[in-house]
């Protein structure tokens, strides 16, 4: 069995954090992985990927091929549309609605036209949700829960485990905000 | 006894490099090669062995003091990317001439695509110029036990070794099997042999001698390394050559040998190396039929290669970078025979490889399903809210306004994004430290207002001796070093020149009152719009200090003591 995820969103949303919590349940569970990270330049308020591989075989490239991803996980609306080539036909997309409008001319019609166009669509509100929920920084897990049901390769147990490890070294409170960010995304999947 | 972990290729490097025993890493922090000096700085086991692991003000300084350490006895590395092996190069190369005596390993980080660089230079070909072994893991596990091999031939050879990599390893993770055990630093007598270490022409000409006479010897190592391989089909895979596979040595003179096919009908080959070969096993070459050889270790082992061609009716390269190895193959099998790769046209000319162009190169066509969507623009990377080279740019454009032949020159650093709107406030960025120096050539050449803009890291790794070629020359530039106390790109590493920047300047001989600091704040507008006037307005060398604290590390500091009073 394989997953390809590719992660997406814009410098600083905290795209990488998921990957590390995905990653530990990886290694965890005995999967081999291979993600690959945007270092550097475009972390300042550019738009950023990472792609993470999962596999009970062996993964030769760092790179998530085009047309094999099975989901698409992303912060951002337009930022999950961006990387579309490398979904498969089966494939789903699951991303945050709220844009993130730190240029001028964001495509917002274009945004939403394309994401209705899509079979296998799950959009997630986060901005409100985690405002709502006065979890500002725990957007990024609400995400990973909304995402826990189509992942399939990892339990969603799995997952909680690893947001505990994760987030051990910040202390209690961290790891219990986060995971109830966990939980109220697991609400908006499926 | 091991133990995995999920590490970047960087993070690999880092381990292996501890395990092998090093007493220092040197390095001046550069995309994507910073995380090697990073991981050691936070291991345990550098602290307990007392590893030396302080950054440098830049890479040639890197280069001269590991040499120094290697030297002395010990092991020990460098690190940089691509475009610092041109700051190294001086040093770089003559350690190939004087050899070493601990274990010397080159780490150099290459950028293919230019993700965060400049130009996509190869820095196997200053393996090449230097003529010293070069190694190029594929894997995370690769680059880890690379580097015990790498100290291990240094120090066999005498010679240092450079370990190249690209962005794609890394930069990527995966789970890596590393020793448990508690490594002990290596420690040999300092080395005592002047007629090695005092390069003087007679020592340097027998030198040269000997480094060229060891060639052959450093290709037969290449082919006999642990990290190269050759692949066959599973139904060519008879046991005789399935024996002669490793043994590349022992595969026979005669064409076919290796498959029992007749010359007619040989199979297509692929020579691999680094990420390629990652994108050749993805894309199921041996399935398709497909002999491969992969190359991890350089100079190319020609002899290896050769045989190799008579198994094969021709041969695709698959190599990340500038076609290094293609070159090498077109020469060594010679002649009509078809290689096939970069420059042929097989796969992209530039830019990094991917799975889905090897695909198309072996003949497997990958089809997306899906397109980008119509209207999807852009989002380029942009300076922080709340940025300090903002206020400096936004100043800088203001007063500049009424100087229509006024010119920018900028450099290295999240400041090179001011050519980027709202600001386009640079005209030129090309390498550390050119700021200071093409400004004062351009001033020479009776430009005038000529500005240069440059953080303060860039300024400490290579713009100090500029700017003491126009206090000398009283060259009519301003230069605005743009201070936010750290080396921000790259993750807000230290800051060589932190708290010293007046004190270098007036020794330098720029004159005091022309030496103006400012705290680059918008209700300061005012006053830095004055001071960048008077200093335009001065015939002479004016130094401009904007100092105020990146948004980055200032934000971690605070989460950072959050944290700690929780």
Known sequence: ????????????????????????????????????????????????????????????????????????????????????????????????????????????????????????????????????????????????GAAAGVIGILTPEQLRESIRNVFARKGEHIVDMNLKAFEIGQGYGR | MTQVKLLLGDEAIAEGALHAGIKGVYAYPGTPSTEITEYIQHSAISQENGIHCTWSSNEKTAMEAALGMSYAGCRSMVCMKHVGMNVAADAFVNAGMTGVNGGLVVVAADDPSMHSSQNEQDSRFYGKFAMIPTLEPSTQQEAYEMMAYAFDLSEKEKLPVLLRITTRLAHSRAAVRISAEKPEAVRKPADRDRSAWVLLPANAKRKNLALTAKQPHLEQLSAESPFFRISVPDHFATPENKDALPGN???????????????????????????????????????????????????????????????????????????????????????DYPVKGRLAGDLPRTGELNPDCVAQAIGKKTVPVYKVPDGIVPRPPALCQGCGHRDVYIALNQVLAGYPESRVFADIGCYTLGALPPFCAIDTCVDMGASITMAKGAADAGLHPAVAVIGDSTFTHSGMTGLLDAVNDRSNITVVISDNLTTAMTGGQDSAGTNKFEAICLALGVEKEHVRVVVPLQKNMEEITRIIKEELEYDGVSVIIPRRECMQTLARKKRQSSRKQD
Not at chain 1, 79 to 98: D, K, Q, W
Request: glycine residues 10%; aromatic residues 6%; negative net charge.
């Open chain 1, 1 to 144: 069995m394989k997953k390809d995820i590719i992660l997406s969103g814009v410098g600083g949303q905290g795209i990488l954090s998921i990957a590390t919590i995905i990653g530990d349940a990886a290694v965890r569970a005995g999967l081999n992985l291979k993600q690959a990270e945007v270092h550097g330049m475009s972390q300042r308020g550019g738009e950023v990927e990472s792609g993470l591989r999962l596999s009970d075989s062996e993964i030769y490239s760092d790179m998530v091929p085009l047309g094999s991803a099975d989901i698409i996980l992303s912060m951002e609306p337009m930022e999950a549309l961006r990387y579309l080539p490398f979904l498969h036909e089966g494939g789903y997309v699951i991303t945050s609605s709220s844009p993130f409008r730190n240029i001028g001319n964001y495509p917002e019609e274009a945004v939403e036209k394309a994401l209705a166009s899509l079979n296998h669509v799950i959009t997630v509100d986060l901005d409100r949700i985690s405002q709502e929920n006065s979890m500002p920084k725990s957007a990024n897990v609400i995400l990973l």
């Open chain 2, 249 to 335: 040595a022992s595969v026979s003179e005669n064409a076919g040998a290796l498959t029992g096919n007749a010359a007619a009908s040989l199979p297509k080959g692929i020579i691999a190396s680094g990420t390629g070969y990652n994108y050749v096993m993805e894309n199921n070459a041996l399935e398709a039929g497909y002999l491969l050889m992969k190359i991890s270790q350089y100079p190319v082992p020609a002899e290896a290669v050769r045989q190799f061609s008579k198994e094969c009716s021709q041969i695709l390269v698959v190599e990340d970078g500038q076609p290094f190895l293609e070159e090498q193959v077109r020469s060594i099998v010679g002649g």
